[in-house]
């Protein structure tokens, strides 16, 4: 039987997180790829040399090269630039759209049937590239994000509220950014939604809302506090959660981005829904009914996405609409 491979393209600081929690929850072998020398190489001997003590066996190699990624069953996609305070994640677009035509093409090559989680930013736009650049299945080149934003609506939460995060769900729509769409009436607390928490006194309605401000938000209030860079550890986990649901075949519903294909009445974008993850990749969109004020706010967020993927277009035409 193959040992399963997971490649993670870039090994930067949630690059090398991947490759830790890979090993400590021995999910397969890793290869870490990354184009600045001995940086992939590093890590990968430094967590190698780890799984003596926490008593994991995965194999784990650093790479400059392509070829070492071939037969990958997983590739998650870090490479490129993460923000510096100021920034948006829009402003990372022409460095890292160049990225994924590269990050595509090694993937075409060598890794042509694995699931492929786009991490890199602006992530709607980049999943986008780097589905044009590999050629995989749209179902097979999903974006990590919606799992994060959750985690992050799921934690303010369950501190607010003073529960275990393991009974708060989460619910959010649409694209990584400021105008994603925390979905606050399919939100629960062990089953009961939001609003029924607020109707019961749990919570107040402004505090409520100021949460959902801080999840939208939440990425920028990371890279205000490190200053060098952006949140590593939940982007890392988040990732994993997805790739184990398709290499268990689990089917969870993740919200993630992935290929519209008129659901939502979009077509042709990458945008954050729920998904069943399963061996197919992406193998089912769930479409759940808006009311009009939800539908707004994601149809807000599809058209930022629209925007980051026409400029996309423009900058590299040979991606093709
Ligand atoms: P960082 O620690 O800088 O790692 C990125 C790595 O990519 C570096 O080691 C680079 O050497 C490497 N790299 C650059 N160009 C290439 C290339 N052409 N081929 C291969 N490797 C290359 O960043 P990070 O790990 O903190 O973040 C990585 C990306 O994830 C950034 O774009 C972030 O904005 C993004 N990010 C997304 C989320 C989402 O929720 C979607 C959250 C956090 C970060």
């Given amino acids: 039987m193959a040992r399963t491979k997971i490649a993670l393209i870039g090994s930067g600081m949630i690059g090398g997180t991947l490759a830790h929690l890979v090993g400590l929850k021995e999910l397969g072998d890793v290869v870490m790829f990354d184009i600045a020398e001995g940086l992939p190489n590093g890590k990968a001997l430094d967590i190698a040399q780890s799984g003596a003590v926490e008593g994991f066996d995965c194999a784990l190699k650093g790479t400059s090269s392509y070829a070492d990624i071939e037969g990958a069953d997983v590739c998650i996609v870090t490479a490129g630039v993460p923000r510096k305070p100021g920034m948006s994640r829009d402003d990372l677009l022409g460095i890292n759209l160049k990225v994924m035509e590269q990050v595509g093409a090694g993937i075409k090559k060598y890794a042509p049937n694995s699931l492929v989680i786009a991490i890199t930013n602006p992530l709607d736009a980049m999943v986008w590239a780097l589905q044009k650049a590999s050629g995989l299945p749209r179902n097979m080149v999903i974006g990590m994000a919606g799992v994060l934003d959750a985690s992050r609506f799921r934690h303010f939460l369950a501190t607010e509220l003073n529960v275990s995060v393991e009974d708060v769900s989460a619910f959010v729509l649409g694209g990584h950014g400021d105008d994603m769409v925390p979905l606050i009436r399919y939100s629960t607390v062990s089953g009961i939604p939001l609003p029924d928490l ?89 479409e759940i009914d808006l009311n009009s004020g939800e539908r707004a706010m994601f149809m807000k967020s599809v058209e930022s996405v629209k925007g980051l993927v026409d400029a996309c277009n423009q900058i590299a035409p040979q991606l093709g609409a």
């Fill in 198 to 286: 607020v109707k019961m006194g749990w919570i107040k309605q402004e505090r409520l809302d100021e949460i959902v401000d801080r999840t939208r938000k939440g990425g920028g209030e990371i890279v205000a506090l490190l200053k060098t860079g952006s949140a590593f550890y939940a982007p890392a986990a988040s990732a994993i959660e997805m790739a184990d649901s398709y290499l268990k075949d689990k089917k969870r519903v993740l919200p993630c981005a992935a290929y519209l294909n008129g659901e939502y009445g979009v077509k042709g974008l990458y945008v954050g829904v729920p998904v069943v993850i399963g061996a197919g990749g992406a193998e089912r969109i769930v």
